[in-house]
C-alpha cells in the first residue's frame, strides 16, 4: 500500500509541476500590459516603468517564474495589483464560499444519482427505467448556466422563495448562508446528477449479471439486499472515477454560476481578476484550481485502493 501510494504522490508532485508551467507561459504570451491596465493607456512612461519594476515586470521570465513558484512553496503568493492587499487572503475569504457551494452541489449529485442509477437498474427495461434516463437525457443537454437562470426565474422572481443572487455571509447564520447557496448549488449539481446516474446504472447492470450475484440470490437474499451488500460496492469503482472528475468540474464550474448568482466565489474572483488583467491572482488562483483536481484525483486512486485491493496489488 505505501508503494501504491509513493507512486501516486509522485504523478501528484510532477503534475503540479507541470500545471505551474502551463499557467505560467500561457500568462506570459497572452496580449496587453499590466502596467497599461493599471496606469492606463495614457500614461507617462516613467510611471510605467516604475511600476514595470516594483510589479517585477522588468525581470527576465524565468527569474519571474522562481520567484513566484518559491513564493507559493513559502506561502507568499504576493499582491494583488487590482485590490493591493495579498492574495492569500482574497483566496481564503472567496474559499469559504466556493467550497461550500461544491461540496453541497457533490453530495446532491450523489444522493440523486446513485439512488437514480440504481432504481434504474433494478427496473431494467421498465417505466422507472425510461424515466430514469430521460431525466439523464435533459440534464446532460442543458447547460447549468441556463438552467441557474430558470431557477432564478422561477423560484426568485415567480414564487419569491430564494433571493435572485448574493450572499449574506456565514455571520449572518447557517441557514440564510446555505439558503443562499441552494439554487446554484443544484444548478450545479443537475448535469453532474445526470451523468453520474448514467454510469451509476450501466455499472450496477454489468455487476449484477456476475456469478457471485446470482449465488447470493441463490442462498436466499433478497433484490435488495443483493443490490446494497454486493453489488453496489462492485460497482462503484467507475463510479467514484467519475465522482473525482465531477467534483473537480464543479470547482471549476462554479467560475459561471458565481457570475449568475453574482456570489463572492473563488470564480468571481478569477473573473474579475481576468478582467483587470490582475496576473498575479490569476495565476495564484488557477494554480489553485489545479491543485484542487489533482488532489481531488490522488484522493480517487487512494479511494480505488481501498474498494479493490487487486489494484494496489498490481502497482506492487
Known amino acids: ?146 438552467f441557474g437562470i430558470l431557477l432564478i426565474l422561477l423560484f426568485s422572481v415567480y414564487l419569491g422563495w430564494f433571493s435572485s443572487g448574493g450572499f449574506p455571509g456565514w455571520d449572518a447564520g447557517l441557514w440564510p448562508a446555505l439558503k443562499s447557496l441552494l439554487l446554484p448549488a443544484v444548478a450545479l449539481a443537475t448535469v453532474q446528477a445526470a451523468i453520474l446516474a448514467r454510469v451509476t446504472r450501466s455499472s450496477v447492470l454489468e455487476t449484477i449479471g456476475e456469478d457471485y450475484v446470482r449465488t447470493a440470490r441463490a442462498k436466499g437474499l433478497t433484490r435488495a439486499a443483493t443490490l446494497w451488500r454486493h453489488v453496489l460496492r462492485n460497482a462503484l469503482i467507475p463510479v467514484v472515477t467519475i465522482m473525482g472528475l465531477q467534483f473537480a468540474n464543479l470547482l471549476a464550474g462554479t467560475i459561471v454560476i458565481e457570475n449568475v448568482f453574482f456570489l463572492p466565489g473563488l470564480g468571481r474572483l478569477v473573473f474579475q481578476a481576468i478582467a483587470n488583467r490582475d496576473l498575479v491572482v490569476v495565476k495564484d488562483v488557477v494554480l489553485l484550481l489545479a491543485a484542487m483536481v489533482v488532489v481531488v484525483n490522488f484522493v480517487v486512486d487512494i479511494a480505488y485502493a481501498i474498494i479493490d485491493p487487486r489494484l494496489r496489488a498490481h502497482d506492487a
Not at 1 to 15: D, E, H
Not at 98 to 118: C, H, K, S, W
Open 1 to 146: 500500500m505505501s508503494l501504491f501510494i509513493a507512486k501516486r504522490f509522485a504523478t501528484f508532485v510532477a503534475t503540479l509541476f507541470g500545471a505551474s508551467v502551463v499557467v505560467f507561459l500561457i500568462l506570459e504570451i497572452l496580449p496587453g500590459d499590466p502596467a497599461y491596465a493599471i496606469l492606463g493607456a495614457d500614461a507617462d512612461p516613467s510611471a510605467y516603468q516604475a511600476l514595470r519594476k516594483e510589479l517585477g515586470l522588468d525581470e527576465p521570465a524565468l527569474d519571474r517564474y522562481l520567484s513566484w513558484i518559491s513564493g507559493v512553496l513559502t506561502g507568499d503568493f504576493g499582491i494583488s495589483y487590482t485590490y493591493s492587499v495579498p492574495v492569500s487572503e482574497l483566496v481564503v475569504e472567496r474559499l469559504a464560499l466556493t467550497v461550500p457551494l461544491a461540496v453541497i452541489a457533490m453530495a446532491m449529485t450523489v444522493i440523486v444519482a446513485i439512488g437514480l442509477g440504481l432504481y434504474a437498474a433494478a427496473h431494467h427495461n421498465k417505466v422507472g427505467d425510461w424515466g430514469v434516463m430521460v431525466f439523464s437525457q435533459l440534464g446532460i443537454a442543458v447547460p447549468n448556466f441556463w
